[in-house]
Structures are given as C-alpha cells and as structure tokens.
C-alpha cells in the first residue's frame, strides 16, 4: 500500500488523486490529509485527519505502508510523527513544494531534522535538490517527477483572442504572496504606462492583506490598465485567460509559480522569471527561452522562439513522460 500524506488546498492534491483513479489502480493507494475535502467529489480510499483520534490511527498506517510519499511538509503534526519515528524516513518520498524548505530559517528544527534524513526527494528542479543538501545536509535520493498534473502541458482547444490585438496583455504573478514581488515588477513596468497594455494580476489566494496593497499600487500606478483577479476560476476559464496573455512575468525570488509558467510557454507566451532562481537554471537546460525581469520589454515573443519553446514544453511536461515516472515510483 502506498499512503499519501498532506495538507489539502484544494488546488494540487484533487487532481493528482483522480490521475491516479484514471490511470493507475486506486486500490494501492490510501490519501491521509489534513485540512478540508475542498475539491475531493469522491471520496474513497481517502481520510480527512480532522481529529487527534485520526491522527493517531494514522501512526499505525504509516508503520504497514510500503511506501509514503509526503505531498509537502506542511504540517507540524507530520514533523513530529516522523521525527519520532525516524526509522519511517527509509520509505518516504517528499514531494517538494517550495514553501516548506524555502528560507531555512523560518522552518523549525524539527523539519530541518526530517529533510537532512529523509530517504527520497521528489522534484524535477535538480537546482531544488540541490539546495536542499546546501541548506540542510540532506542526503536523500533525487527521484525526477513532474509530480502534479498541473505541471503538464496542456493542448488547449481555446478560442484565440477576438479582443483588440494592438493591446499587449500582461499577467502578473500567480498568487497573493510576497515572494511574487509584484510592487517591484509594477515599478519596473511603470515606464509603459501610456503604451497599448493591461496588466492583469492573479491575486484569489494567498495573504489578502498584501493583495489590497498590490492592488492600489497598481491602480495608482496604471488606472484601469490594471486589473486584479481575486475569485478563483475553475480551470477551463483560467486557461481561457490564460490563452488571452501575450507576455507573462514572474518576479518570484524563489521557486513558484510553474503550472502557470507551463502553461503559458505551451501556448506560446513570453516569459519573465528572475534569472537566479531553480526555475531559470531549469528551463536553460531544457533549452527553452526565457527571458530576465530585470530586462522587461513588451515586445511579443518571436514565432521561431515561440515554436521551439512549444515542442520543448510538449515533449518534456508530456502525460506519457509523468504516467512512466509514476509507474518508475509506484513499481520500486
């Protein structure tokens, strides 16, 4: 039995739990989670820890598992349970999120404990891996993985844009976060204000008090030409939306933000990430182009850019790629 361990959000862990309901068999895999059942229709071979009673049957479950494949460390409760029970770190598998090892010194002993001596690393950002045995002296297994079904390259059957064309749609960041950096992006962006453009700034998640701040900047800064998106779409409209950017950028100064990124490179946009992040060193090895925040311009991407980025994405964030990952973590 493989036992899936999380906090659900409602946005990653659904999806990955009906991939594998399609393609693989549901019987040999158990989903333990704290938080809500926000996105979870159906509801079998999954609990909801939302009592200590639960939490502690969890202890025994975890001991029979073969396999427990941790989608990021989260919660404190899954801290201390492995902590105590190190011999259990030799079968884990950690998806690793971003949040939950980023700036080290912000997590608490006891994860920096579980990282250093967990036994299998899950990403597909080598850099990630990478600094996690920088900051922590892991020294757990790389296991190569697109991990969630959000990172795959999606063949949009949208409508091309009918809207005016000589206007340069901007997306923004994808979350309510500070590490999106949006009032910096807003600033270098500022010298554009009376050009042809629309900013439009994903804002539905994350910390509301700093969303109210990046939304009156950017209505300060650009008017109208700014708009914030705060209710959350369900996935057909946000790839619609998605289908309407010309230029995406993402000031993050850390690892983030890739399902959007994918997405917006398989449809050909161009994009601005921060060029010391994983994420940068990632898409130069794959040979795709990106481009540097600290160089925006809003001139589109050029079509031959635009094609070779589209194979690329295609190719490698395929479903055939992640379905024999899976199988490879599924089978060991």
């Not at 105590?84 to 404990?113: A, H, T």
């Not at 998640?205 to 700014?226: H, M, N, P, T």
Request: one cysteine or more.
């Amino acid at each position: 039995m493989i036992l899936h361990i999380g906090v659900n959000e409602g946005k990653f862990l659904p999806p990955f739990y009906y991939f594998l309901k399609e393609h693989f068999n549901i019987d040999d895999h158990k989903f333990y989670l704290f938080g809500d059942d926000k996105g979870f229709e159906n509801k079998e071979k999954v609990v909801f820890l939302n009592s200590k009673r639960q939490v502690i049957s969890l202890i025994a479950v975890m001991n029979k598992a073969d396999k427990i494949i941790l989608h990021g460390l989260f919660s404190p409760r899954i801290d201390q349970l492995l902590f105590i029970q190190p011999w259990l770190l030799k079968k884990c598998y950690w998806v690793m999120w971003g949040g939950d090892f980023y700036f080290p010194e912000k997590q608490s002993f006891l994860r920096g404990r579980v990282i250093r001596k967990i036994r299998n690393l899950m990403t597909y950002i080598y850099g990630d891996y990478l600094l996690v045995k920088k900051w922590y002296g892991a020294k757990g297994k790389y296991n190569e993985c697109l991990v969630y079904p959000s990172n795959l390259y999606k063949k949009c059957d949208v409508e091309d844009r009918k809207d005016d064309l000589s206007t340069v749609n901007i997306q923004l960041g994808n979350s309510a976060t500070e590490t999106n950096n949006h009032l910096d992006v807003l600033e270098k962006l500022y010298k554009y204000k009376n050009e042809n453009i629309k900013i439009f700034c994903p804002l539905s998640y994350g910390d509301d008090q700093y969303a109210i701040r990046v939304i009156s900047r950017g209505k300060e800064l650009f008017g109208e030409k700014f708009e914030a998106l705060t209710e959350f779409l369900p996935f057909d409209k946000y790839l619609s939306f998605l289908s309407k950017i010309d230029i995406g950028i993402f000031g993050n100064n850390r690892q983030q933000a890739m399902g959007n990124i994918i997405t917006l490179l398989g449809l050909g946009k161009k994009i601005y990430i921060t060029n010391n992040t994983t994420q940068w060193q990632l898409f130069n090895d794959l040979g795709i182009k990106i481009f540097d925040v600290n160089e925006i311009n809003i001139n589109v991407i050029n079509n031959k850019e635009k094609k070779e980025n589209q194979l690329i994405v295609k190719e490698y964030f395929s479903k055939k790629n992640y379905i024999k990952q899976l199988q490879n973590l599924f089978k060991d």
